[in-house]
Protein backbone atom coordinates (compact mmCIF):
# COMPACT_ATOMS: atom_id res chain seq x y z
CA UNK A 1 0.00 0.00 0.00
CA UNK A 2 1.33 3.59 -0.84
CA UNK A 3 0.84 6.24 1.65
CA UNK A 4 -0.74 9.61 -0.21
CA UNK A 5 0.84 12.65 0.24
CA UNK A 6 -1.14 15.36 2.10
CA UNK A 7 -1.79 17.73 0.04
CA UNK A 8 -1.36 21.39 1.07
CA UNK A 9 -3.46 23.94 2.31
CA UNK A 10 -6.07 25.59 -0.57
CA UNK A 11 -5.26 28.99 -1.52
CA UNK A 12 -9.33 29.79 -0.45
CA UNK A 13 -8.46 28.50 3.19
CA UNK A 14 -5.27 30.31 3.24
CA UNK A 15 -7.14 33.44 2.15
CA UNK A 16 -9.54 32.49 5.07
CA UNK A 17 -7.13 31.91 7.86
CA UNK A 18 -5.73 35.27 7.12
CA UNK A 19 -8.74 37.11 6.95
CA UNK A 20 -9.88 35.38 10.39
CA UNK A 21 -6.44 36.45 12.07
CA UNK A 22 -6.71 40.26 10.60
CA UNK A 23 -10.55 40.63 12.18
CA UNK A 24 -8.87 38.86 15.57
CA UNK A 25 -5.89 41.73 15.67
CA UNK A 26 -8.22 44.41 15.03
CA UNK A 27 -11.13 43.06 17.70
CA UNK A 28 -8.03 42.71 20.57
CA UNK A 29 -6.81 46.18 19.59
CA UNK A 30 -10.52 47.72 19.74
CA UNK A 31 -10.87 46.38 23.58
CA UNK A 32 -7.69 47.54 24.21
CA UNK A 33 -8.55 50.59 27.33
CA UNK A 34 -8.81 54.02 25.57
CA UNK A 35 -7.52 56.22 28.50
CA UNK A 36 -8.03 60.30 29.41
CA UNK A 37 -6.65 62.53 31.53
CA UNK A 38 -9.03 64.84 33.25
CA UNK A 39 -6.73 67.93 34.57
CA UNK A 40 -8.06 69.15 37.81
CA UNK A 41 -4.93 71.35 39.07
CA UNK A 42 -2.39 73.39 37.47
CA UNK A 43 0.74 74.93 39.15
CA UNK A 44 3.16 77.05 37.28
CA UNK A 45 6.51 76.92 39.55
CA UNK A 46 8.02 80.29 40.60
CA UNK A 47 10.30 80.97 38.08
CA UNK A 48 7.54 79.93 34.99
CA UNK A 49 9.64 77.08 34.09
CA UNK A 50 7.56 73.83 34.85
CA UNK A 51 3.98 73.19 35.73
CA UNK A 52 2.83 70.66 38.47
CA UNK A 53 -0.36 69.08 37.04
CA UNK A 54 -2.87 67.27 39.01
CA UNK A 55 -5.45 65.01 37.20
CA UNK A 56 -7.24 61.73 37.18
CA UNK A 57 -6.58 59.02 34.40
CA UNK A 58 -9.70 57.47 33.32
CA UNK A 59 -9.52 54.20 31.43
CA UNK A 60 -12.99 53.22 31.57
CA UNK A 61 -14.91 51.45 34.02
CA UNK A 62 -12.19 48.77 35.18
CA UNK A 63 -9.96 51.87 36.30
CA UNK A 64 -11.07 53.02 39.86
CA UNK A 65 -10.59 56.77 40.56
CA UNK A 66 -7.18 57.68 41.16
CA UNK A 67 -4.89 61.28 41.52
CA UNK A 68 -1.87 61.56 39.32
CA UNK A 69 0.65 64.41 39.76
CA UNK A 70 3.21 65.15 36.41
CA UNK A 71 5.88 67.70 36.15
CA UNK A 72 6.23 69.22 32.48
CA UNK A 73 7.75 72.14 31.34
CA UNK A 74 5.17 74.71 31.14
CA UNK A 75 4.11 74.66 27.67
CA UNK A 76 3.16 70.93 28.15
CA UNK A 77 0.14 68.99 29.31
CA UNK A 78 0.50 65.73 30.58
CA UNK A 79 -0.22 62.64 28.62
CA UNK A 80 0.18 59.02 30.03
CA UNK A 81 0.21 58.14 33.65
CA UNK A 82 1.85 60.73 36.43
CA UNK A 83 5.41 61.05 36.12
CA UNK A 84 5.67 61.98 39.79
CA UNK A 85 2.79 60.39 42.05
CA UNK A 86 -0.40 58.42 41.64
CA UNK A 87 -2.44 57.18 44.23
CA UNK A 88 -5.99 55.98 44.53
CA UNK A 89 -8.46 55.56 47.30
CA UNK A 90 -8.21 51.81 47.98
CA UNK A 91 -6.53 52.19 51.34
CA UNK A 92 -8.01 52.02 54.89
CA UNK A 93 -10.11 53.64 55.41
CA UNK A 94 -11.59 53.69 51.47
CA UNK A 95 -11.83 56.94 49.81
CA UNK A 96 -14.10 56.81 46.76
CA UNK A 97 -12.89 59.97 44.96
CA UNK A 98 -9.32 60.76 45.81
CA UNK A 99 -9.24 63.77 44.51
CA UNK A 100 -9.43 66.29 46.64
CA UNK A 101 -7.26 64.47 49.12
CA UNK A 102 -4.17 65.96 47.38
CA UNK A 103 -2.45 69.43 47.08
CA UNK A 104 0.26 71.18 45.14
CA UNK A 105 2.33 73.84 45.82
CA UNK A 106 5.67 75.00 45.00
CA UNK A 107 7.96 76.50 47.54
CA UNK A 108 11.66 77.48 46.96
CA UNK A 109 12.25 75.54 43.58
CA UNK A 110 10.42 72.20 45.13
CA UNK A 111 7.30 71.10 44.36
CA UNK A 112 5.51 69.72 47.72
CA UNK A 113 2.72 67.04 47.68
CA UNK A 114 -0.01 66.89 50.42
CA UNK A 115 -2.21 64.02 50.48
CA UNK A 116 -4.46 61.64 52.90
CA UNK A 117 -2.79 59.00 54.76
CA UNK A 118 -5.75 56.95 53.60
CA UNK A 119 -4.80 56.94 49.78
CA UNK A 120 -3.23 53.96 49.05
CA UNK A 121 1.01 55.23 46.80
CA UNK A 122 1.75 53.38 43.74
CA UNK A 123 4.70 55.74 42.76
CA UNK A 124 6.19 58.42 44.46
CA UNK A 125 9.44 59.89 43.10
CA UNK A 126 11.63 62.59 44.49
CA UNK A 127 12.57 63.95 41.90
CA UNK A 128 11.56 64.63 38.22
CA UNK A 129 13.23 66.66 35.55
CA UNK A 130 15.52 68.16 38.33
CA UNK A 131 12.55 69.41 40.53
CA UNK A 132 12.67 67.81 43.80
CA UNK A 133 9.79 66.75 45.08
CA UNK A 134 8.65 66.64 49.00
CA UNK A 135 5.57 64.69 50.33
CA UNK A 136 3.65 65.14 53.71
CA UNK A 137 0.79 63.20 54.71
CA UNK A 138 -2.41 64.74 56.62
Known sequence: MVAKKPSSLSASTTSRCT???IIILLT???C???CSNDDIQAEASPDMEFVAHKFSRNCGATTKFNVQVSIDKLDRNPSGT???FIADGGGKPRISIP???VHLSWS???LLVRYDKNLRIFKQEKQIKGVPIL???F
Open 99 to 101: IDR
Open 82 to 84: GNA
Open 32 to 34: APS
Open 28 to 30: ANA
Open 19 to 21: IMG
Open 135 to 137: YES
Open 108 to 110: QGS
